[in-house]
């Protein structure tokens, strides 16, 4: 059971794993609204792969409190790939 589930999360992976782009998308403007209250951190806006439509598009940035004690955000980013650009979705550590 355990072999078969980790197969499963596997193809999931791959079927909805960020697609590679020619050109990179353009950042665009984003003005920062005032934080929440104190111990929030601002999660810039990332981009989301549509596999319909094969574009990315961009999910506004938001604030939010450390997943855990002491965690830190980690921004994703636009990393070039073997035939253009592939984005990693940015993280807690």
């Not at 070039?80 to 990693?88: D, H, I, K």
Request: overall charge positive; glycine content about 12%.
């Amino acid at each position: 059971m355990k072999r078969y589930c980790i197969f499963l999360l596997a193809l999931t992976m791959v079927a909805c794993g960020p697609a590679v782009v020619t050109t990179r998308p353009v950042e665009p403007v984003v003005i920062v609204p005032a934080s929440p209250g104190p111990g929030y951190v601002w999660i810039n806006g990332s981009w989301q792969w549509d596999r319909r439509a094969h574009v990315h598009h961009y999910v506004n940035g938001y604030w939010a409190r450390p997943a855990r004690p002491g965690a830190v955000w980690v921004e994703g980013g636009w990393h070039q790939a073997r035939g253009g650009w592939r984005y990693s979705r940015g993280y807690w550590r």
